[in-house]
Nanobody, 114 residues
Framework: VQLQASGGGLVEPGGSLRLSCAASGSIFSANLMGWYRQAPGKKRELVGFITSVGGTRVVESVKGRFTVSSDNAKNAVYLQMSSLKPEDTAVYYC?????????WGQGTLVTVSS
């Protein structure tokens, strides 16, 4: 399974970005797809995820600002980010869990700065 993330970039505080991640390869049925992020000098942390039946969860620090969605037909997951803050600056990684195996995308950099 290969994951390709895109959509990162430079945005001013208060702005919005939409990250996309498309999965390809031998995917039978993805159980869960989502996003982690890693800020400079910090550990990778969960941002949010969506299950195969559409249940979603995001962490408290992004609640009300970030939304995870998916397109099961395309094996794609999205992260809509709004009201971005400088502390959201990080490399964002998408991931997919299928039959107990986790696959990772290559990461896309989001920089929030004026």
């Amino acid at each position: 399974v290969q994951l390709q993330a895109s959509g990162g970039g430079l945005v001013e505080p208060g702005g919005s970005l939409r990250l996309s991640c498309a999965a390809s390869g031998s995917i039978f049925s993805a159980n869960l797809m989502g996003w982690y992020r890693q800020a400079p000098g910090k550990k990778r942390e969960l941002v949010g995820f969506i299950t195969s039946v559409g249940g979603t969860r995001v962490v408290e620090s992004v609640k009300g600002r970030f939304t995870v969605s998916s397109d099961n037909a395309k094996n794609a997951v999205y992260l809509q980010m709004s009201s971005l803050k400088p502390e959201d600056t990080a490399v964002y990684y998408c991931y997919l869990i299928e039959r107990g195996v986790t696959s990772w995308g290559q990461g896309t950099l989001v920089t929030v700065s004026s």
